[in-house]
Nanobody, 122 residues
Framework: VQLQASGGGTVQTGGSLRLSCASS????????MGWFRQAPGQEREFVGL????????EYADSVKGRFTISRDNAKNTVYLHMNTLKPEDTAVYYC????????????????WGQGTQVTVSS
């Protein structure tokens, strides 16, 4: 499974962005998808996940109510909709995939995209 994240950029505080993560592999619908982020000098942290069918999502407390994850299995793509962005959301955002439910644990995810930079200016 190859993952390609895109959609990052620079926005002002309070703005919105939508990140996309496209998979080139088959059976995209067989994978649970996670989003993670890493700010400079910090460890990679969990942002949220969506289950294979899209029927369930989970979010980190820091983004709950502001970020939403969705997926379109027909397009082999998962999305991270980010609203009310804050400067502390500035990071490189990664998508990841794993067949089994892996929760917020990055080490359990087998496949990773290359990351896309999100910068929120104050």
């Amino acid at each position: 499974v190859q993952l390609q994240a895109s959609g990052g950029g620079t926005v002002q505080t309070g703005g919105s962005l939508r990140l996309s993560c496209a998979s080139s592999g088959r059976a995209f619908g067989s994978y649970n998808m996670g989003w993670f982020r890493q700010a400079p000098g910090q460890e990679r942290e969990f942002v949220g996940l969506i289950t294979r069918s899209g029927g369930s999502t989970e979010y980190a407390d820091s983004v709950k109510g502001r970020f939403t994850i969705s997926r379109d299995n027909a397009k082999n793509t998962v999305y991270l909709h980010m609203n009310t962005l804050k400067p502390e959301d500035t990071a490189v955002y990664y998508c990841a995939a794993h067949r089994a439910y892996s929760g917020p644990y990055s080490a359990r995810y087998d496949y990773w995209g290359q990351g896309t930079q999100v910068t929120v200016s104050s």
